[in-house]
């Protein structure tokens, strides 16, 4: 374990953040990484307990508790404490070989299951995770490792997500010839467009992929698989096809005169124009040019929180989000115990800013969008009303509505399932929640030699549950390569 009486002696100290009003000057990830003394103090604090919540990745009352990769937690942070931090970093990498990612966006599972937290606060293990990755490129540890042998088999991994990248590089591991297929101009899926550069800067794909392809990985982008090639073609080329295209349907919003309404836009599409301008890849359109407009966001998950920090960073006159659910407890309740997840209210970075900008919290609970109000086709306000629930449907509160400004309105309500392009192609089997259906704990379709990962497979989900997913399919995928299974 880390110093025995770490947790006692040493407080956790999170990696500092630019304050907001200077960091929404521009898009560059806004936090600093603390000195090598201070890490080995948050090293020292994992108590290395008997039952590791943290990397159980268990379901207590339908939500998962601790890492899906199931890091080795307690044996890094361990090192990093001694100073043993190549080896640390030898110990993350064999269980999650992407943490430059996970370390920047993941919501830190492992930190609300650990059991410093119950009765103070949990571990540093993300920053903890993205110092080692962030060492290892830093010190030349980070270096292409192509497989010793060749397999002769080939694979085609159809999407560049997390899901897609996991899997690909397993497979690569095994010897196999990987060629991963992008339909965008460049790899990463939700990680180059659907997260914001200050949250991931876009560099640390592009180093990554760099990597990839030295240690033999093929990628093919602006190839939109399904009308430039046909999936099945790749079914008969290939010895195995592994799709991990998302679950890219966005959850339409329900509200009356949405139709042929000008300023209503769904958020991926505007986060993706928006860091394609960042990048310099596009100019950005003026419709998604936040500038001096009333912006309205719809959802409050991690997809409305980044659209916040971009609008500001535009420079919107005003920004409002739209939660449906009511405003959850500060603190853990009672039939909410730890190692449960906790139900509790989360602050993120772009509500932050927007209470240093304008003043106050953005969000307002318990509260949708029930009417459109437009002037010559485009959107001037909307018509919101409180929500509730009666038996288990959601219902609208007579008398709650308002009138809010909005010149535009972005949609993070979500997705509801996989694009149907390639499964009605394939002819694949899908769920009732319109993702691609596998037998139970597996990731076969009903396509021979297809196989499903990631939010494809799953449904909409965290980047960490897509490595897991990408991981494991691979690891199937090379059973029914190699007619046996690697332990």
């Not at 090293?43 to 159980?56: D, I, L, T, Y």
């Not at 106050?360 to 086709?377: L, N, Q, Y």
């Amino acid at each position: 374990m880390g110093k025995q009486t770490g947790f006692l002696e040493y407080q956790r100290k999170e990696n500092k953040e630019i304050p907001a009003k200077e960091r929404i000057k521009g898009y560059k990830e806004f936090h600093t990484f603390a000195s090598e003394e201070e890490r080995r103090k948050q090293g020292a604090r994992c108590m290395n307990c008997g039952v590791p919540f943290c990397q159980s990745a268990m379901c207590l009352s339908g939500m998962v508790v601790g890492c899906p990769l199931h890091n080795l937690i307690p044996e890094w942070n361990d090192a990093i404490y001694k100073g043993e931090d190549e080896h640390a970093l030898k110990r993350l990498l064999k269980t999650n070989r992407f943490p430059e990612f996970t370390g920047r966006v993941c919501p830190a599972l492992c930190e609300k299951a650990c059991i410093c937290g119950q009765y103070d606060d949990p571990v540093t293990v993300r920053d903890n995770e993205l110092y080692l990755i962030e060492e290892g490129y830093k010190n030349g540890w980070m270096n292409a490792m192509p497989p010793v042998c060749e397999s002769g088999k080939t694979v085609a991994v159809v999407g560049s997500g997390p899901s897609g990248l996991s899997a690909a590089d397993a497979l690569r591991r095994r010897g196999h010839k990987v060629t991963v297929f992008e339909r965008d101009d460049h790899i990463g899926g939700l990680l180059m467009y659907g997260i914001p550069n200050m949250k991931l800067d876009k560099n640390v794909i592009l180093r990554r992929q760099k990597l990839m392809e030295e240690e033999g990985i093929e990628f093919k982008t602006g190839v939109n698989v399904g009308k430039d090639i046909k999936t099945s073609d790749l079914a008969k080329k290939y010895d195995a096809v592994v799709l991990c295209c998302g679950s890219k349907l966005p959850r339409p919003l329900s509200a009356e005169g949405t139709q042929k309404t000008e300023g209503i836009y769904y958020a991926v599409d505007f986060l993706t124009a928006a860091t394609k301008n960042v990048m310099g890849y596009e100019k950005l359109p003026a419709k998604f040019n936040a500038s001096k407009k009333n912006v309205v966001i719809v959802g409050g998950g991690d997809t409305g929180n980044d659209c916040i920090g971009t609008v500001i960073r535009m420079g919107c006159k005003s920004v409002t989000a739209l939660e449906m659910m009511p405003k959850p407890p500060v603190e853990r309740r009672p039939d909410n115990p730890w190692p449960e997840w906790p139900k509790t209210l989360r602050t993120d970075y772009g509500h932050v800013e927007a209470e240093a900008v304008f003043g106050e919290d953005p969000r307002v609970f318990k509260t949708t969008v029930k009417k459109v109000i437009s002037k010559a086709g485009k959107i001037t306000e909307i018509e919101t009303v409180e929500t509730g629930f009666e038996n288990g449907k959601l219902v609208f509160v007579k008398g709650t509505e308002k009138k809010i400004k909005c010149d535009l309105l972005l949609v993070a309500a979500g997705f509801i399932g996989a694009e149907k392009l390639i499964p009605e192609e394939m002819g694949l089997e899908l769920t009732g929640r319109g993702t691609v259906a596998t037998p139970e704990g597996k990731y076969s379709t009903n396509i021979p030699g297809v196989y499903s990962a990631g939010d494809m497979r799953r449904g909409q989900s965290l980047v960490v549950w897509a490595l897991a997913e990408g991981r494991a399919c691979a690891q199937e995928v090379d059973e029914y390569l190699m007619g046996y299974k690697n332990a």
